[in-house]
Structures are given as structure tokens and as C-alpha cells.
């Protein structure tokens, strides 16, 4: 992996079931998805570094009403969760049925995972703790 | 200070809906011919363009479209410029078309916006519409349009108590203002109990509280203060305008209760033109979902943060009420053809302000306020109207 980091290798890493975030070298700020300069102190000095896969859920949908490429999929989850690093990120949620979008607890803890289609590519999930 | 140099002083729009048999170049040349021939405008005064088209690569395999609409449009040779900002795309070649005007380098221009949308399946342009969102980082997992306003509404019923009821009212408000509008995609008023059928196309988002697709199109004539009497009695001046981006991805967003680009754009427009939100007569906002007219109804500060819901459950935001929202029908019922949107924005409030919108005419109709957004709200302009001799 090269010591910059590039948004490929970040979306090569979720296929490879190897999250990892950029990290700004200048103020430590933990930013994904990627991002070529830092929202806290603007530096576009990055680098890598792994996340607990710890975070909260934020908010959410169902998609019913998908594009072709995902059509088979529907319902599915969409969702909002803030990393314990402090970043958010959108990603599938999984754990929770797609009929029944009122019991989603938000706010509640969730761990990273990955949701594989069909075809064998990983979308970034959480799941319930 | 206040613009004091540009004028709208002709406006109007083809009916938006299934244009079925129509193309992008004939629906807008359409459109071109009413704000100008049939206004008594006559076309060799056009000393440039400013078109709004998002993507008729993918909806009409036609790119370049300013030169092209204008050939057909019998307008050319002039300056044509195409502006893209996915939704908010015609309100963005709106504010280039002031800022030339503002700055002394032309005298009359047009401003016009235009999409065809039906002529693929409603699949291929929920893709297309995708593509406004980031396609590595949200649309890669399956996130729609109606998904990132989905998320909003759930943020905003988690925080503030909104329900899917109030969405819902938003909608049947909407059909009713769109009922006597013969412009309109829908002129057919709602129950509250048909908008809340639940076929749900983003949970808690439903069929009805989505804008449809749509084909139209629409034009503005906009010229100096020294030319306009050239051309109407009754000019609409815009006094502001105000233009701010955000973070494409919603998951960048700090608060996904509210978009930051309509507060920013809407205090700049605000400033420019010396004015406040209380000074508003009515509003024409982005409604593309009514949770959208709700955000919106807060972000341009009629509201309080969380009290949108409640303005439209007290009828605050009807046709009638205190602080009109949407008079003809946003784009919920009118339909929202992108590219086309917020150019049809400002000739909804033209018409209001000189008092041409017939069954729909507000009643107080000095100042108004157009919000025209793009995409996940990562842009957004705004404009400030007044009748001239308000």
C-alpha cells in the first residue's frame, strides 16, 4: 500500500474486508470517506489508520425503490453511523428487518461488517453489537 | 446594498408533466417563444444566454446542450452557457444571468431551464437523478434521492417529533395549490388519507411525498433598469442573491436535521437585499420530498428550527395563510423537471408578484423568496424578488 493514501485503495480495502480510514498527519483528525483535506485543520497531508469499528447509529432508511443495479436487493438498509473515531460514514445496516423500520433503535451501538452481493461485492455495513 | 439593476420583466413555462411526443429542443424553444415573441420581446434584443439543463447525457444521450436548444430556439449566435448544479441548475444560470447584468456587460438576457426525463424508465432516471449524489462514496451502496431525504426525515422526526402525517400534509397541501394550476404535472387535490398510502419508496418516505418525473421546461427574460420599461410596466427586481455549497456526502454533515447551504445562501440573499425573512410576503422553496419543504421552511428562517411542521399543520404555509409556501404547487405536484425547476421557481414568483397567478394568487405579494437546491443540498441558491414598485 502506498504511503499516501488514494480513494482506490480506500474502496479496494472495503472489498478486501479491510476498512481503514485517512488520518490527517498534521492535527490527527480521523476522516473517512476519504477526503483531500482535512475538515479540521485543511492540511492535505493523509495517511492510513485502522478504526475500532465501534460507532453509533445516527439515522437511516429503507431504499424500496432502487436503481437497477440494486433492485434485487430492496427493501434494504441505508445508514448514518458515527464512528467512535468521530467520523461518519454511509453504509448498509444489517441485523434489522427492512419491514420493520420502527424498531431500529438509533442512537444505539453497532460494529462494522460488510454486506456481499450477488455478484461478490462488498458494500461497508454495520450490524447490532 | 440591494441590486438595483436587474429585472425580470417576462416569464413562463410549458406545462411540466409526460410531455410524450416532445423534445428537450421543443419543449424548451417552447418556452423561449412565450417569455419572448408572445411577450412582445423581440428576440434580436437577447445579447445572451444562461441555460440550465443536469444531465441529458444520460436522460437524452445530448451533451452541449446551450448552443444546440438555442439554435433550435431561433436564438443563435449569441453567448449560450449551460449551468450544472444537479436540482438547483436553473437558479444557478439565474444568478450568472444577474451577476452579467450587474456588472454592466449586458443589457437583456435569457434564462432558461429544460429536461426531458420520461423518455427512459423510471429505473434509468432514478440513476440519473443518482448521479447528483457521490456515486464512490453513497450511491455505490445503494443510496437514492428519495434514500438521502429519507435519512433527513428520520433525523428530523427523531429531533423535533415531525411525523409521517406532516409529510403528508405537505403533499396534500401541494395538490390543492396544484388543483387550479393548469401548468401543473398533478391537478388533482388529495385525501390525507390517499398521501399517506403506504408504498413506500425510501421508509418513511412514501409515494406521495416524492416530486414525480418530469419533462418541461422555462424562461426568463432579465434586463437593466434603463431597458425594462422597454418592455413591461410592472417589473420584479432581484434585490439578492445569495449561492453556497456543501458536503456531497450527507454523511459529512454534522446536522442532517437541516442543510447548511440553504442558511447560508439565504442569509447572503437576506443581506444583499437589506431584508429579513419577516419581510417575506410568500416563499417558493425546493420541495423535490415535503420533508424537503419542511427543512427548507426552517433553513430560510420562516420558521424555527423544528417548527416547520407545525407551521404547515396550522395552515401558516397555504395559499392563505400567514406565510405562503409553494402557491402554485412546488415541485411535488407541478412535477420537477431538473433542469428546469428553478428557472419555473422564479416564474412562479414573477407571476405572484404582479399579480398574474389567477385562482392562485397570494394576497400579499410585494417580497418574495426563492430556494432552489441541488442534489444531497450541496448547492444552493437563493434570490430575493420585489415587485418594482412595491
Redesign the interface.
Known sequence: MSEKPT?EEY?QNIQNGQFKAYKCVECGMVIA???GSC?GCGSSKMEWTNVSGKGTL??????????????E?A??Y?A??ELEEGT?????LLGFDPLK?EEVP?GSVVILDYEINKTGKK??AFKPA | MPLNNTNIVSAAQTKFGALEGVSLREMFAEAVDKATVDAGIPKKDIQAAFIGTFIPEMLVHQGHTAPLLLDFAGLKGIPATRHEDACASGATALRAAVMAIESGMYDTVLVAGAEKMTSVS???A??AL?AAA?D???SS????F???F??????HM?KYGTTEEDMALVAVKAHKNASTNPLAQFQKEITLEKAMTPR??????KLFDCSPISDGAAALVLTSTEKAKQYTDLPVKITGTGQASASM????RAD?TSFHASVDASRQAYKMAGLEAKDMDFAVVHDCFTIAEIIASEDIGFFKPGEGAKAVREGTTSRDGDKPINPMGGLKAVGHPVGATGVKQAVVVYRELIGDAGPNQVSNHDTAIMHNFGGTGASCVVNILRRADA
Open positions: 480513494v474502496l470517506p476519504p477526503s475538515y445516527v439515522s437511516f432508511t429503507v431504499i424500496h425503490v432502487a436503481p437497477d443495479e440494486f433492485a436487493e427493501p434494504y441505508i448514518i453511523v461518519r460514514v454511509s453504509a448498509r423500520p438509533l458494500y461497508l | 423510471t429505473n434509468k432514478t440513476e443518482a457521490d464512490q462514496f453513497e451502496i445503494g443510496l437514492t428519495p434514500g438521502v429519507g435519512i433527513a426525515a428520520v433525523a427523531q413506500y419508496i425510501a421508509w418513511p418516505l456526502n450527507l454523511c459529512d442532517l
